[in-house]
């Protein structure tokens, strides 16, 4: 591997991105179609009901599923456009090799084969099999989240296999292991419209998840208190009765203040606390000292604020925590989400109606990805990879011996370090775009030009993918069948509405291909993606992500089937813990303790001023699907940073003034967006921008130790106004 075969502009002048607009008179067959088929939106974890409109094998508009019962027909943005990508111009149609000097040139699938195939077999016998990794998204179907962890551990015989979810989920999987022994959101949304308290942290619910934001309102109609937990005054946070402007990093205190405040005043459920839950005295013990004065120091939160929080919460009959990145984007991101659950225990109010806790989960398959085998310690069901009657289970449904399952493997950001060691030489990814979505992107950039071989497999070609030496052209989600599931815990179907474009294969065909060719193919006898969803099924059987009692007939004449769902007679499970059994060993709940820590970073007389990253409305994570369509691209065209006037006037910092952010990794230039809807010490960039204009050219490699998450939210920089008018964003964003 070296570095980009030509020039970052040229790639992007072939392969994009460029701007899609649907024309204005809409696409010819529009109003009468081939077919419309029913399936959802591409983009996060809401998974909202969407009907694609098909003429001549090409998707060519929408109308609203008014029936599906989570969105009702309601689209974001995002989802209103998700159907331009079929029709892009930047779709990748044909296998692409890398050629030095010349940029990528066409070859035929066989020839791809034969040099991928080549390669994974040089590494492996020159280093061993654990010299070759895979990396993995979870905007994909379980289907093939399943299929690519049994493809990692069985073909390529290899443990070093993570996903993207690394980045997004997995500390609230980790702290929902912990206390309850099983990974998903205890409710179904629907129980939000009669909660009387609703608390929000750490999650831009209106920007990130707008069809979710409707049952949030619905209890505000029906008389509901929002309690928004944010440095930034989100749009949620705007007609909230509380909102809590919390210093970056400090969650886990405010949480704790909270336990603190209603242990004094006893407002627990004690019954509850008693009968149904372990470590009570040790989680309150550790918070015996966070006063009001402390927590108001440590949070610059308003001791009174914090105070009515922590009454609201207490006294509520109902009530609904909900959180997402904010929280868990932190080198103790299992700490923060541990201290919410904490206050949902405290009261009781779990396992009821209208009472309720759950992660909301930010990528289009971001709570079925993270269940069924392709992260670095996990097999299908939501086991351990780690635990001898979980490998032995697995190894015999898969039809191998269980001294052959490799064990666990390293996390997503541990394996760019393990490239930079020499430890990792080839790679294979699957709709991930590291490049841009991890942290300390340059660091990450120096490993893929140490990798002596890189294959990937997508529809776009996306700034990591540059880097590769062979591109598989993939397929759109619309362009096979499957499942996913919502971040409900509601297993849907995933329709295919047309097939991939010119020489483009199925995702699935593209990894039964490879497996077949490193000599697994008996392995890997599917018919079609049904047979994969029930061997998923057996795999899951018995685990706590059971599946086994779901079909895809059940899905289809259900709207889909909440897990865990252990029987074909099984209703499925929208509510969990009404009968106050949990999945852990002792079926009691466990409280945690959290002692409050600093996080990774802390900000110094060098670098006084915090950085926190997010999203934005008309964007999706690394912007691979959303920066190549033109109405998205126009709402939101380039990262801004947005800073109180205070502080833009303590550094003399004028509207769309250039500014150049410099951290401890390296620096990177915005345009300054003054608001008042932000912390005197904070300022705030949008991740989903790559190269010079990319957030996380910033942000530090610093992981959470047990969910090993990066500390995306909380970085120490300075600003340097740079006195000049920010130029207008440009067609080579991208570099």
């Known amino acids: 591997m070296a570095k980009l075969p030509v020039s970052a502009e040229k790639i992007i002048e072939q392969f994009g991105p460029h701007l899609n ?131 990692a551990r069985v073909a390529l015989k290899t443990r070093n296999l993570d996903y993207n979810g690394r980045l997004c989920m997995v500390s609230a999987g980790a702290g929902n292991k912990k206390a309850f022994g099983l990974d998903r959101g205890s409710n179904n949304y629907s129980d939000l ?108 939160i308003a001791k009174e604020k914090i105070a009515t929080a922590a009454e609201w919460w207490g006294k509520a009959a109902t009530s609904f925590l909900l959180h997402a990145r904010g929280i868990e984007h932190h080198s103790k991101g299992v700490d923060n989400v541990l201290g919410c659950i904490n206050l949902v225990l405290a009261t009781g109010r779990i396992g009821k109606p209208y009472c309720g806790y759950a992660t909301i989960t930010g990528q289009g398959n971001g709570q079925g990805g993270r269940e069924h085998g392709h992260k670095c310690d996990q097999l299908p069901g939501n086991r351990d990879i780690s635990n001898p009657a979980h490998r032995r289970y697995i190894a015999e449904v898969w039809g191998i011996d269980e001294k052959d399952l490799p064990g666990a493997g390293l996390t997503a950001y541990e394996l760019i370090e393990a490239i930079h060691r020499g430890e990792v030489k080839g790679l294979i990814s699957l709709c991930f775009n590291p490049l841009v979505s991890l942290p300390n992107n340059n660091y990450v950039r120096e ?193 801004l940073l947005e800073i109180h006037p205070e502080l833009a006037a303590k550094y003399g910092i004028t509207q769309r003034e250039l500014v150049r952010v410099v951290t401890r990794r390296g620096e990177a230039e915005f345009p300054a967006n003054i608001v008042e809807t932000i912390r005197k010490d904070t300022v705030f960039v949008p991740y989903h921008w790559p190269g010079r204009k990319s957030a996380n050219q910033l942000t530090p490699g610093t992981l959470d130790p047990i969910s090993k998450i990066p500390e995306f939210k909380v970085c120490a920089c300075k600003l340097v106004p740079l006195r000049q008018a920010a130029p207008s964003p440009h067609a080579y964003d991208s570099i």
């Open 193 to 300: 419209s009669k909660a009387e308290v609703i608390l929000v942290a750490g999650a831009n619910v209106s920007e990130t998840f707008p069809t979710l934001t409707h049952w949030i309102w619905q209890a505000r109609d029906n008389g509901a208190k929002l309690i928004v937990v944010d440095p930034r005054v989100i749009p949620l946070a705007r007609t909230a009765d509380l909102h809590l402007d919390i210093r970056p990093g400090t969650d886990s205190a405010l949480y704790g203040a909270m336990l603190h405040y209603m242990v004094e005043r006893d407002m627990l459920d004690h019954d509850f606390i008693d009968n149904h839950t372990t470590g009570f005295q040790q989680t309150i013990d550790a918070v015996k000292d966070y006063s009001l004065e402390w927590a108001e120091q440590v949070t610059g």
């Open 21 to 151: 607009f649907a024309p204005q008179e809409g696409y010819i067959g529009r109003d009468e179609p081939d077919k419309v088929v029913e399936t959802h939106c591409c983009f996060c974890g809401m998974q909202c009901g969407i009907k694609l409109l098909v003429k001549h094998n090409k998707v060519v508009g929408f109308d609203p599923w008014m029936e599906f019962p989570f969105n009702e027909g309601r689209l974001c943005p995002k989802g209103v456009q998700r159907y331009l990508q079929n029709n892009h111009p930047d779709r990748l149609l044909e296998p692409l090799q890398r050629v030095e000097g010349v940029g990528f040139k066409p070859i035929s699938w066989e020839d791809s084969m034969d040099k991928t195939i080549s390669e994974i077999k040089r590494i492996q016998q020159t280093y061993g099999n654990d010299a070759f990794a895979m990396l993995s998204g979870v905007s994909i179907t379980n289907e093939k989240s399943y299929l690519v962890g049994k493809f």
């Open 447 to 639: 490993a893929l030009e140490k990798l002596e071989f890189y294959a990937t497999i997508d529809f776009f070609l996306n700034e990591t993918a540059r880097h590769a030496d062979i591109i598989f052209p993939g397929s759109l989600q619309e362009e096979e069948e499957g499942t996913v599931t919502t971040a409900e815990g509601r297993v849907t179907r995933i329709r295919q509405a047309v097939t991939p474009p010119g020489q483009a294969h199925t995702d699935t065909s593209i990894i039964l291909e490879l497996a077949k060719r490193l000599g697994a193919g008996d392995k890997f006898n599917y018919n079609n993606s049904e047979d994969i969803f029930n061997e998923l099924r057996v795999a899951s059987k018995g685990g706590t992500a059971d599946y086994y009692g779901i079909t895809y007939e059940k899905i289809e004449a259900n709207m889909g089937v909440f897990w865990p769902c252990p029987s074909l007679d099984h209703p499925g499970t929208p509510r969990l813990w009404e009968d106050r059994k949990f999945a852990t060993a002792d079926g009691k709940a466990h409280f945690n303790p959290v002692v409050y820590k600093d996080p990774g970073e802390v900000v110094d007389a060098e670098y006084p001023i915090v950085l926190t990253t997010g999203r934005v409305v008309s964007q999706y994570l690394s912007g691979t699907q959303t920066r190549r369509i033109g109405k998205l691209v126009n709402q939101y065209p380039e990262p």
